[in-house]
C-alpha cells in the first residue's frame, strides 16, 4: 500500500471511473455523469489513487462550519480488504476543513464498523430524523 495516497484535488480524479462504480452502486442506480461532476464539484472530495489509478472514493457534502454528510464512499472490489477505506476515513477525519462540526451523518447498509472506528454511532434520536427519500430518481 506504499504507492497509495489519498488527494482531495479534483484534477486528480478519475470521474469515468467514479461514475462507473456510482451509476452502479445500490445507493444511487443509474446516476448520470453531469451529475456525478456537479456534486464532486459542490463538494469537499477524497480520492485514494494506487499508483495513480482511482481505487477508492468518498464525499463530504459540508459547510465546512457545522456540519457534513458523508456520501458515495467506496473502494473497488479488486483492493477492498486492504484498509483503502480506513485510509479514506483518517484524511476526512483529520481535514482542516471537517473539525468542530456539531453533526456528521451518513447512511450505510451494512458497513457500520468502518464507521463506528471514527466514532459514529447509530442515532438514539431516529425519531426525530426526517428525509425526502426518492431512491429511484435516476431511473426512467
Ligand atoms: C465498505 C467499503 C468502502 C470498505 O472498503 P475497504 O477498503 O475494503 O475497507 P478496509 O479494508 O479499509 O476495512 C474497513 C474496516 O471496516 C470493517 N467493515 C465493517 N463493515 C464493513 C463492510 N460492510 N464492508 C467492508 N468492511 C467493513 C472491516 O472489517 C475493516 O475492519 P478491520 O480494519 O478491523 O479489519 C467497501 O467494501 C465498499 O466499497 N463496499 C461497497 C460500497 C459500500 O457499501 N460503501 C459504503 C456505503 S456507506
New binding site residues.
Given amino acids: 500500500m506504499d504507492a497509495l495516497e489519498i488527494t482531495t484535488d479534483p484534477r486528480r480524479f478519475d470521474i469515468a471511473a467514479i461514475h462507473r462504480f456510482l451509476t452502479g452502486?445500490y445507493?444511487s442506480p443509474g446516476i448520470p455523469r453531469a451529475l456525478v461532476e456537479r456534486a464532486i464539484a459542490n463538494s469537499l472530495c477524497f480520492g485514494a489513487l494506487l499508483g495513480g489509478a482511482q481505487v477508492?472514493f468518498a464525499r463530504a457534502i459540508t459547510d465546512k462550519a457545522t456540519f457534513a454528510y458523508l456520501a458515495d464512499?467506496?473502494?473497488v472490489e479488486e483492493h477492498?480488504?486492504?484498509?483503502?477505506?480506513?485510509r479514506l476515513m483518517d484524511a476526512i477525519v483529520a481535514h482542516p476543513d471537517l473539525q468542530g462540526l456539531r453533526r456528521t451523518m451518513?447512511?450505510?447498509?451494512?458497513?457500520?464498523?468502518?464507521y463506528e472506528?471514527y466514532g459514529f454511532r447509530r442515532v438514539d434520536d431516529a425519531d426525530r430524523i426526517m428525509a425526502v427519500t426518492r431512491a429511484d430518481v435516476y431511473r426512467k
Fill in positions: 452502486s445507493w477508492g464512499v467506496f473502494v477492498r480488504g486492504k484498509g483503502i477505506a480506513r451518513l447512511i450505510t447498509r451494512d458497513a457500520h464498523g468502518l472506528r
